[in-house]
């Protein structure tokens, strides 16, 4: 706030009296004054340099009053007509000037473009009235032209503000001024995570298993378990992991509720053991059902992104994202309970996958199953489905051999199994899948007239590859025959008394678990 006028309120200044016609010329021989001669570029009586303004009164340095001196006052005598500061001669041939102007306490600084000055005694005859000021700091000044500039620029701005609000809030009373370009919509682009997760959802069920009685007659449930599956087609077939289901596959009950939280009974169509595959029916399915669109798990790459869908703990409908970190990952996992394994050959992904994940989809960026996922890597403990978390090593059964499994058990109810005819020694102390040398449970190492017999392979041969990729133990070359069908023709290499041999096997079947 500027103070240079802070101290004049109540200050009553008279009005000028009246000036008089001026002659045209002055009488003759009166001398011209030079008393306004330079007193523009006369410096202030303390020093500082003045700043002249039209119609404004002299600033002064605080501290200093205008004093009379030499340099100001009037000189003696008539004062001619051209005299810059409008003062008339006295004279016979001159009207009598009208009183004189209250005295102000000092002489005045001149104002408009050319200065005047005057003794104490008052103001000459004709000169305007000038009022004085008191002292005010130069620095006021420079406050009060920034504050000026600051209303001037905020009642620009406000003006503006007002006008964008008035011509975008549609009639509505708001002072908030919003941009005009915000969507009114927010739609997420096909192939989004968000996109894919949405359309892919529904199709996706939390499946609550529930044990029967072990009495006969007994209908309570004492055990069971929460996991997940999806919609494989239209009839209401549903496809999930076996040890998701084996607690209830004899004698108990299951359910599947969808996303919308609608719940339906379900029942075991067929279950494979081995491939940890297993296919339910709903009861009453409503119409309607969309199936998850199958991807081409032989496709998949590693470093593609992945997207998992699921119930861990419990939690239904949950989505994570990762990437396929790695392919053709040899598994055996348990169901923590039959003492059995399963075997696949995994697709690994660092998407969060958690205990009641398993029998869920694992998707590509499109929305297509490339996956069931079934089994976590847990720190301290093995593989399998524990109730340890995630750390970022997740396994998935790649769906072309699920779908196989799965064409195969809701045609007749029982698994199909690509062997070679000769049993495998599990316990990993060798380099290589090696043939056992002994008889397993009244099996001889090499089934008579098997596949593996035909092709000319005999106990205690070291398998080393399967079709060009190297066996490094039993669960691999296991992971790899069961990626096949019955009846398909594969390349094995072996070794046989430190020599290395080739052989083609055409592989056998095996119908139902063991």
């Known amino acids: 706030m500027s103070t240079e006028n802070e101290g004049n309120e109540g200050t009553a200044v008279p009005a000028a009296p009246s000036v008089p016609p001026v002659p045209a ?36 340095e605080p501290g200093h009053s205008p004093q009379p001196g030499p340099d100001t006052a009037p000189l003696p005598g008539p004062v001619p007509a051209a005299a810059p ?23 005045f600084h001149g104002g408009g473009s050319h200065g005047s000055g005057d003794s104490g005694g008052g103001p000459v005859w004709g000169a305007p009235a000038q009022v004085s000021e008191p ?42 001024v919003s941009a005009a370009d915000t969507p009114k919509d927010f739609k997420r682009e096909p192939g989004t995570v968000a996109a894919v997760a949405a359309k892919a959802l529904p199709s996706v069920v ?36 076996n040890h998701v289901v084996a607690s209830a596959a004899d004698g108990g009950t299951l359910s599947a509720t969808f996303s919308n939280g609608k719940k339906y009974d379900a029942e075991v169509i067929g279950r494979a053991q ?58 055996a996992s ?33 929305g297509a199953v490339i996956g069931i996922n079934s089994a976590i890597q847990s720190a301290g403990s093995g593989l399998g489905q524990t109730q340890a978390g995630s750390i970022g090593l997740g396994f998935a059964i790649p769906i072309n051999q699920a779908k196989n499994v799965a064409v195969q058990l809701i045609k007749t109810g029982k698994p199909v199994y690509p062997v070679i005819g000769a049993t ?31 092709a000319g392979l005999k106990a205690g ?25 019955p009846g398909d023709k594969v390349t094995l290499t072996y070794e046989r008394d430190g020599k290395e041999h080739t052989a083609e096997v055409v592989l056998g079947k095996r119908t139902g678990d063991s």
């Open 25 to 60: 010329a002055a009488p003759a021989g009166m001398p011209a004054s030079t008393e306004g001669a330079g007193a523009d570029r006369a410096p202030h009586t303390n020093g500082a340099t003045r700043t002249i303004e039209p119609a404004a009164a002299a600033v002064e």
């Open 85 to 107: 500061t409008g003062a008339q001669p006295q004279g016979a041939d001159w009207p009598t000037p009208p009183p004189a102007l209250p005295s102000y306490g000092g002489g």
């Open 135 to 176: 002292p005010r700091k130069r620095s006021g000044g420079l406050v009060a032209a920034v504050l000026v500039a600051a209303l001037v620029a905020g009642g620009v701005g406000g003006g503006i503000g007002y006008w964008a609000a008035e011509h975008n809030d549609d009639g509505i009373d708001s002072t908030t």
């Open 206 to 241: 939390t499946i609550e298993a529930k044990a029967g009685g072990a009495g006969v007659g007994e209908s309570s449930e004492t055990e069971g378990g929460t996991g997940t599956g999806f919609v494989y087609d239209k009839e209401g077939h549903i496809l999930t992991n």
């Open 274 to 331: 081995g491939y940890d595959v297993a296919v339910l029916k709903l009861k009453d399915a409503p119409s309607g059902l969309n199936p998850l669109a199958l991807g081409d798990s032989e496709q998949v790459a590693v470093g593609d992104s992945t997207i998992a869908i699921g119930a861990p703990f419990g939690l239904s409908n949950t989505v994570t994202t990762g990437i396929i970190s790695a392919k053709n990952r040899p598994v």
């Open 334 to 366: 348990g169901d923590g309970s039959s003492g059995k394994n399963s075997y696949m050959s995994a697709l690994q992904t660092d998407a969060s996958i958690n205990p009641g994940n398993s029998g869920g989809p694992l998707l590509d960026a499109r």
């Open 424 to 454: 495998v020694d599990m316990s990993g102390k060798d380099s290589g899948a090696k043939i056992a040398t002994q008889s397993t449970g009244g099996t001889p190492p090499v089934s008579p007239n098997g596949p593996a017999a035909k």
């Open 461 to 485: 041969d070291v398998i080393t590859q399967f079709n060009g990729k190297p066996v490094e133990s039993g669960p691999t070359l296991i992971s790899e025959i069961w990626n096949h069908k």
